[in-house]
């Protein structure tokens, strides 16, 4: 058979035109501090496609670039500054940070209601109790994947590869709240492709290039790769290329998940600025 193309880059291009004109119907534009610390190559490059987006969707770019021996109480102040800053909807700290730095300690200074990655503390657990909060954005794009793609998710079978705290994890807890059976997946699991044979929604975010090969794919399930990696061949994520004659529906890498990231970072940050409105006024944390 084949697979149904899930177009993450045309969905992408919808939610950020939805943003564009709910931004537009805003009397103060949101504001978006992206918080690059160092100058690793891919982060910046990732920092600055995000920071495209944002003013592209008529958004304020607040960012800030922080030299890479900054230290811990330094970067700390920083964070504090934009917490309180009332120019600043919306706090993304670009990971990874050097390694002298605690990412989790920064991290969790930045107030939940300008959470827009949805990683902090605050928002992890209140996903965890399905209350409302931030979601982080990949996980949150590949539910949208999802429903437009027309697959039902209560009562499938959904497996996750993967239990990292960006992807995995919360993926998990969002098809969990959409009332599938859900199973997490990570470098332990034993029989990993059996497990995977079983799922109607696989969702693989193992950073290993074309780890799920296509006889560990159900005939038509749905199937969301996460992965990307550059090769000498070119792009390729974690699923096998050969899943396209089994899977009923698959994104593809590169044009799947990946435009899906920024596009719900934008939805976050006009989500924060809803927030704003009812958030506690205690030095904007
Ligand atoms: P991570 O390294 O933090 O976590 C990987 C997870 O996969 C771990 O929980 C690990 O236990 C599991 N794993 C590793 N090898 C495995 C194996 N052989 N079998 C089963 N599980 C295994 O990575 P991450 O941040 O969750 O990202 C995963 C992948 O998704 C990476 O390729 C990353 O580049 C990509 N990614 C893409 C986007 C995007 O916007 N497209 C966003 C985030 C991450």
Known sequence: MSSKMIDGTAIADRVRKEVTAEVAALTTPPGLATVLVGDDPASAIY???????????????????????????AA????????????????????PLPPHLDAAALIDR???????????????????????????CTPAGVLILL??????????????????????????????????????????????????????????????????????????????????????QGLCGDVHSAVRGVAGALTP????????TIAMLLRNTVTAAAMRATAPATKGR
Do not use: F, W, Y
């Open 76 to 95: 700390a102040d920083v964070i504090d500054e934009l917490a309180v800053d009332p120019a600043v909807t919306g706090i993304l700290l670009q990971l």
């Open 47 to 73: 920092v600055r496609n995000k920071r495209k987006r944002c003013i592209e969707a008529g958004m304020h770019d607040l960012h800030r670039h922080l030299p890479a021996d900054i230290t811990q109480d």
């Open 147 to 232: 429903d437009e793609s027309g697959t039902e998710l209560a009562g499938a079978n959904a497996v996750v590869v993967g239990r990292s705290d960006l992807v995995g994890k919360p993926m998990a807890h969002l098809l969990l709240q959409r009332d599938a059976t859900v199973t997490v997946c990570h470098s332990r699991t034993r029989d990993l492709q059996d497990i995977c044979g079983r799922a109607d929604v696989l969702v693989v975010a193992a950073g290993v290039p074309e780890l799920i090969e296509a006889d560990a794919v159900k005939t038509g399930a749905t199937v969301i790769d996460v992965g990307i990696h550059r090769t000498p």
């Open 110 to 136: 930045i107030p939940p209601h300008k959470d827009v990655d949805g990683l902090t503390e605050a928002s992890a657990g209140r996903l965890a109790l399905g209350r409302p909060g931030l979601r982080p």
């Open 253 to 260: 890498v590169p044009g799947g998940v990946g435009p899906m």
